[in-house]
């Protein structure tokens, strides 16, 4: 009886995970298209997501601790049919957030290449010289993004 639910519990986690990995497949084009708002929408998705996934996992730990390992319900073909599901998947999920964290990278590193292009285009036209050497004048930016 807690083998099956055991394995109701995994397919519950399975779902997550299949939404977690829609979601992160939306926030790939949030980053594709510079949308910020798209991107905080999706992040706070995939928050809520980690936290069912977390308490799924507790729930699963405690009827875990109550199943023999020897339970016949973990020979069974529809354990792991779901276990070789649940596999394919997280290999998805990981590749997804791979992706993800390097069109990051890549987008945060062209904004700052632009602002510093602006900064540099201000600094050098902000003031006339008039055959003086040129003096930098700084400008703080904030670092949150």
Request: overall charge neutral; some cysteine.
């Amino acid at each position: 009886m807690k083998g099956q639910a055991v394995i109701e519990i995994t397919r519950k986690e399975q779902e997550a995970l299949k939404e977690f990995l829609k979601v992160l497949r939306r926030e790939r084009e949030s980053i594709i298209s510079f949308s910020l708002e798209g991107i905080i929408q999706e992040n706070n998705k995939k928050e809520e997501i980690i936290n069912k996934l977390e308490y799924l996992k507790n729930e699963k730990e405690k009827l875990l601790e109550f199943v023999d390992a020897d339970d016949e319900i973990f020979a069974s073909d529809a354990w792991k049919s779901l276990t070789k599901e649940m596999e394919l998947i997280m290999r998805e999920v990981k590749t997804a957030l791979q992706k993800n964290m390097k069109l990051l990278s890549f987008s945060i590193d062209h904004v700052k290449s632009s602002i510093d292009h602006i900064v540099g285009f201000i600094n050098k036209c902000s003031a006339p010289t008039y055959g003086k050497k040129q003096e930098q004048k700084p400008l703080l930016l904030s670092k949150v993004i």
